[in-house]
């Protein structure tokens, strides 16, 4: 069981930097979210960020700061079960805690360690003499000019090729 604490205690349990964007994109990848899940992920990416990718909340507190965040009602079982599901998906582990007088603690969450893709690509290319180029893919502007005259042919009549 781990000693719940201040956030500098805390830090104590990160698995190294906590990369934001990486556990959002993670969460992402590995599950189809609802809207109100998609909020509370980024609701926990910001918690996690003061202790480098650990935090300590109660669920009554956590549903507390998503209704002043986000202005919506969110049930105390809905929080439950999105916590144990980051858990199985692997992004987050769930840690009872207790106090330093040993009574009991809200949990600690500890976010596993991702590197977002946009960082290890950054990364890559930052490790080779040139970098690599990936092209970079645009709509151009004339492929959806609106008509504004009549087609003078119909579109389903055979060419004729005598």
């Known amino acids: 069981m781990l000693v719940n604490g201040k956030m500098e205690e805390l830090k104590k349990y990160s698995k190294n930097t906590y990369d934001k964007q990486a556990f959002v994109e993670q969460v992402k990848n590995n599950w189809d979210l609802t809207d109100l ?6 609701l926990i990416s910001d918690l996690a960020v003061q202790a480098d990718g650990v935090f300590s909340i109660a669920y009554n507190t956590f549903v507390n700061m998503f209704e002043r965040r986000f202005s919506m009602k969110i049930s105390l079982s809905s929080v439950r079960r999105f916590f144990s599901l980051l858990s199985k998906i692997g992004v987050l582990s769930v840690n009872p805690a207790k ?3 040993n009574k009991q ?8 360690n991702f590197k977002s893709e946009i960082a290890v690509e950054k990364k890559l290319n930052e490790n080779h ?3 690599v180029e990936q092209p970079y893919e645009h709509l ?3 492929h959806n000019i609106p008509l504004t005259k009549p087609l003078t ?4 009549k055979k060419p004729n090729f005598n």
Do not use: G
């Not at 042919?153 to 389903?156: A, D, I, S, V």
């Open 153 to 156: 042919k119909p579109l389903n």
């Open 140 to 142: 151009e502007e004339h």
């Open 37 to 42: 899940q998609i909020r509370m992920t980024y």
């Open 105 to 112: 603690s809200a949990n600690i969450y500890i976010v596993e």
């Open 99 to 101: 106090r330093k007088n």
């Open 129 to 131: 003499e040139h970098p």
